[in-house]
């Protein structure tokens, strides 16, 4: 059993105390996400592009063994579809793979696959180091501008653009990723940010609002209008289709 304990300095997010390391604290958010009992969620959401203003309805599947399916009303975006540890996106009748990080990782973090937590927790950690994480190094950082304590894994506190996951300290729930993704010949930040995890919409089953940043730009937001929980989401809905010939 840890014993944890921190000093915060004021007007500092940097925090000093004793670090558990990564696979503990997968560990920890497995067994909390297992005590929900979700087997698939069924969420809808409204999204807005660029801050253009123009709220778009969008539908997200996710289903035990990592797999996800994005559906956005969108006419300019692209649909996902994660199946079998590959990443599609589908657009206009063309199919495309994506790299696994440039993908939403929630469904490796929320759905992994595995036996028992102890598989799971390798399996998490393989797929961060794939994104260049380290796991390795774990630090504490207080975030939102408040006394909330955060776990980074990948990353020291002052290190702000290196590739790092974030996991609330109280809840174990991941909040915040940074990727390096490659697009051609240059690499770019893409940060995700995962917000009120325990709002009363979504019950610690989904974050309330999610924000996605390209090189500290805000191209994307999403707040969850509603969320079905185990409603035995045929396996069909993760199939990826070749588009005709």
Not at 38 to 56: M, P, R, S
Not at 191 to 213: C, D, M, R, V
């Amino acid at each position: 059993e840890f014993v944890i304990f921190c000093i915060v300095f004021a007007n500092s997010a940097e925090v000093f105390g004793y670090i558990v390391p990564s696979d503990f604290i997968m560990r920890m958010m497995i067994d909390n996400h297992k005590k929900l009992n979700i087997k698939d969620l069924q969420i809808q959401v409204t999204a807005i592009y660029n801050n253009n203003n123009d709220e778009i309805d969008e539908f997200f599947y996710y289903k035990n063994n990592e797999r996800a399916r994005f559906q956005t009303e969108n006419s300019d975006q692209p649909n996902y579809v994660e199946s079998n540890n590959r990443a599609f996106a589908i657009n206009n009748g063309n199919l495309q793979e994506i790299q696994l990080c440039d993908f939403n990782l929630l469904t490796k973090l929320m759905f992994p696959t595995g036996s028992n937590i102890e598989n799971r927790s390798i399996r998490i950690l393989e797929k961060l180091q794939q994104c260049q994480i380290d796991t390795e190094t774990v630090s504490l950082k207080r975030y939102d501008n408040s006394e909330k304590i955060a776990y980074v894994i990948g990353a020291k506190a002052f290190e702000k653009d290196k590739p790092q996951l974030w996991i609330d300290r109280e809840s174990f729930l991941p909040i915040r990723l940074i990727v390096n993704v490659k697009q051609g010949e240059k690499l770019y930040k893409k940060q995700f940010n995962w917000h009120q995890w325990q709002s009363k919409q979504t019950a610690g089953w989904y974050p309330l609002n999610t924000e996605i940043y390209r090189n500290d730009k805000l191209t994307y937001q999403a707040t969850v209008v509603e969320i079905k929980r185990n409603k035995k989401l045929p396996d069909s809905i993760f199939m990826v289709l070749k588009p005709e010939q």
